[in-house]
């Protein structure tokens, strides 16, 4: 499904395998403020893109020729009213800085820093909220590993996403 998309913004994700896609999701419907939560569990690896730059499909495609990633879970952190589990990765970490360079033309500040990924749990909510549900989340929480499966192009429509395409690791 090659589109080219003529105006606005892309997003791109790392996707989740579906058991941890579920976990994250779960923890999103039960924190998140049911008005503000119309988006899955998600990593983010780019916020704006030009939806209108032909090369982007082709890049993904090149960069998704691997095997999934394996990313460790190693903190709960609380961020204002934010709540997210953050991730570790070498690979990732690496693969981003690739990917960067590719993009490199295109992208804007945020996406020019050092990657620094997580999960978004909770948001929206006072700060008292992300401090209750920091301090419920961080009681005895040990580090755990998640799998990924492939990256995703999602266009921006200004609150919720719509998913363009999937870009698939090669299968284990």
Same mark, same amino acid.
């Given at each position: 499904?090659?589109?080219?998309?003529?105006?606005?913004?892309?997003?791109?994700?790392?996707?989740?395998?579906?058991?941890?896609?579920?976990?994250?999701?779960?923890?999103?419907?039960?924190?998140?403020?049911?008005?503000?939560?119309?988006?899955?569990?998600?990593?983010?690896?780019?916020?704006?893109?030009?939806?209108?730059?032909?090369?982007?499909?082709? /890049?993904?495609?090149?960069?998704?020729?691997?095997?999934?990633?394996?990313?460790?879970?190693?903190?709960?952190?609380?961020?204002?009213?934010?709540?997210?589990?953050?991730?570790?990765?070498?690979?990732?970490?690496?693969?981003?800085?690739?990917?960067?360079?590719?993009?490199? =033309? &295109?992208?804007?500040?945020?996406?020019?820093?050092?990657?620094?990924?997580? /999960?978004?749990?909770?948001?929206?909510?006072?700060?008292?909220?992300?401090?209750?549900?920091?301090?419920?989340?961080?009681?005895?929480?040990?580090?755990?590993?998640?799998?990924?499966?492939?990256?995703?192009?999602?266009?921006?429509?200004?609150?919720? &996403?719509?998913?363009?395409?999937?870009? =698939?690791?090669?299968?284990?």
């Amino acid at each position: 499904m090659r589109q080219i998309l003529q105006t606005g913004t892309l997003i791109i994700t790392l996707d989740l395998a579906p058991v941890d896609q579920a976990f994250f999701n779960a923890l999103r419907e039960k924190h998140f403020p049911a008005h503000a939560n119309y988006l899955d569990a998600h990593i983010t690896l780019f916020h704006k893109l030009p939806a209108n730059e032909v090369g982007i499909p082709d /890049i993904l495609t090149k960069f998704a020729n691997r095997n999934p990633i394996t990313l460790e879970v190693n903190n709960v952190h609380v961020m204002g009213t934010c709540v997210a589990y953050t991730l570790v990765s070498e690979e990732l970490r690496k693969l981003h800085e690739e990917m960067q360079t590719a993009f490199g =033309p &295109w992208l804007i500040k945020q996406d020019q820093q050092v990657l620094r990924p997580h /999960i978004t749990v909770q948001n929206k909510v006072t700060a008292f909220k992300a401090q209750q549900l920091h301090q419920q989340l961080s009681a005895g929480f040990t580090p755990f590993r998640i799998a990924t499966i492939g990256f995703s192009m999602w266009k921006y429509l200004k609150g919720p &996403w719509r998913l363009i395409e999937k870009y =698939p690791f090669l299968p284990l």
